[in-house]
RNA sequence: CGGGGCGUAGCGCAGCCCGGUUAGCGCACCUGGUUUGGGACCAGGGGGUCCCAAGUUCGAAUCUUGGUGCCCCGACCA
């Protein structure tokens, strides 16, 4: 571990690489921008996937699964939609090879290209509101509840694991309603969903609000989102919840017949969130040992390490004692490989970050008792192995709260109130994170501050208090304060 | 697409400026032994088209030219 590197480094970005490394969260893959995800990442985005998916059906949704290739047609249905994804869309064009008659390898078959290009899905609203149409015809059909778990691809100009890759795993929920109010309610709850699992699964903070028409979803009538604040004080999009209105209702002429039997177009929402998750997990937490994860969505919660090493006794009290904690529905390794040491051990779980560690050694079992050490604080305690099971169940309670008001501590005490320009770029460049700020409602305004010091609007805050100020750049009049940062 | 940097063993690197034995170091790996409460030690061993091509030279990892691949920073974005 390179201990020259901290979390709030000037090189943040190379520590953040380096711990996805060693963390053995992520490989390179041979395709620019696309990533391998190893056993340790893969094993808590399950952990989160498994909670958001039980969130989404807790809520009425179910699982269902549209194609991975779209007709390029059908992206320019909706205006904005295709405006927005467009550039960055990866387009199939061909469906065979053959040998090149020229010797070496494989060519393209130039007599097998297709009639109309496909694009690999960076998003799927538009083939998904085109089966809409054939699902939806009574407003007994509704609403349509619906969410998809699948890889999307977007050829992003600048790559960075986990926070930005050309193919990413995700969800996305696509929801239909016969009315505005229901379509709108919805997506205010699934931002609720959102929140609460970054909040209580992840323990990371977010804040809640909308982006400014600016930062909108291409084709989306409002964007809702929550917003997280990584260790270096820049800014991370966690999840996204869009009210489309009746666009993509209208581009793909999704209609039902009311109650009084009229014809009206159907309303919408769709809402994601991505394994840009993990990113944002490794970037609230973790510390120049490495990893720092949440009991709740930790692969393996608690890691039994024999000290010196495995014998007949230890293993007696070690496997009993992982069996009791597995009965109450923890995750426990019993490490007992005898080629490494204790020491190589320890370094080793909080490198991937395991919450909790015992260590049970000949010494302290003949006093009945074990030692608990805590990856979040690094303080160790010695306790009765006769107590294990209950002060361990506690242990990760305790560790999962800790985590989240340890989080919420250094967010909050990185959101700055602003008046003047001046402190704006002071703040920006030397405390950073969240800077709470006027600004007169105008793009113009939003992208000039951007251009002058790369921050954005991150969101207006759901929670904003009506206050009389003035606009930062401009000075023209503001109502409420929005919230700027730096972000990735 | 601009600006930097790097291609030498599985990984991380030194050597290059100033050409010259058999290309070296750390980690990892294999064998044997001693160890074992915070990343063990000793001894021995295996593993290389020095990114590719052409050129200069008696001689190129090293110099020249041209390719090529990757990484970082910026513009784009979840």
């Not at 030692?371 to 309670?397: C, P």
């Amino acid at each position: 571990m390179a201990k020259e590197i901290t979390p709030r480094s000037e090189d943040y970005s190379q520590w953040y690489l380096d711990i996805v490394k060693k963390a053995g969260l992520s490989d390179n893959s041979p395709v620019r921008g696309c990533m391998v995800i190893k056993p340790h990442g893969f094993a808590l985005w399950e952990n989160m996937r498994d909670q958001l998916d039980r969130m989404f059906k807790d809520t009425g949704h179910v699982n269902a699964y549209f194609p991975l290739l779209i007709p390029k047609s059908f992206l320019s249905k909706e205006a904005a939609h295709v405006a927005g994804f467009a550039k960055e869309c990866a387009v199939v064009t061909h469906y065979r090879l053959k040998n090149d008659p020229n010797g070496g390898g494989v060519i393209v078959d130039p007599e097998a290209k297709l009639e109309e290009e496909l694009i690999i899905r960076p998003t799927s609203e538009t083939i998904i509101w085109d089966t809409y149409r054939n699902w939806i015809k009574s407003y007994r059909d509704l609403p349509l509840l619906i969410n998809q778990w699948a890889n999307v691809v977007r050829w992003e100009m600048r790559t960075r694991p986990f926070l930005r890759t050309t193919e990413f795993l995700w969800q996305e929920g696509h929801t239909a309603h016969a009315t505005k109010e229901e379509a709108m309610a919805e997506t205010l709850q699934m931002l609720d969903v959102y929140a609460d699992f970054a909040e209580q699964y992840m323990a990371m903070p977010v804040i809640k609000g909308m982006k400014t028409p600016n930062e909108r979803f291409a084709g989306a009538e409002e964007t809702f989102c929550i917003e997280a604040l990584m260790q270096d004080g820049k800014a991370l999009q966690a999840g996204t919840s869009h009210f489309l209105g009746q666009n993509f209702a209208k581009a793909f002429e999704v209609k039902f017949l009311n109650n009084q039997n009229k014809e009206e177009f159907v309303w919408a929402t769709s809402w994601g969130a991505s394994t840009r998750l993990i990113g944002g997990l490794i970037m609230t937490h973790s510390d120049d040992d490495g990893l720092i994860l949440p009991p709740k969505l930790a692969p393996i919660q608690i890691v039994i390490v024999p000290i010196p090493k495995p014998t007949p006794e230890i293993d007696a009290a070690a496997l009993q004692l992982q069996k009791n904690l597995r009965a109450k529905g923890i995750r426990v390794k019993y490490d007992q490989d005898d080629s490494k040491r204790p020491g190589f051990k320890f370094a080793e779980y909080e490198m991937i970050g395991v919450p909790v560690r015992i260590g049970i050694g000949a010494r302290d079992l003949a006093e009945g008792k074990i030692e608990v050490a805590r990856r979040d604080t690094k303080t160790k305690e010695s306790i009765a192995l006769a107590d294990a099971e209950t002060h361990i169940n506690d242990l990760l309670v305790t560790i999962q709260t800790d985590m989240f008001t340890a989080a919420k501590k250094f967010r909050d005490d990185h959101i700055t109130r602003v008046d003047d320009f001046k402190t704006f770029e002071e703040v920006l460049d030397t405390k950073t994170g969240f800077i709470a700020a006027h600004w007169d409602g105008t793009t113009e305004t939003e992208e000039k501050i951007k251009e002058l010091t790369k921050a954005t609007i991150r969101c207006i805050p759901l929670d904003a208090i009506e206050e009389q100020g003035v606009c930062i750049l401009t000075g023209k009049p503001s109502n409420k304060r929005v919230l700027f940062a730096r972000a990735y």
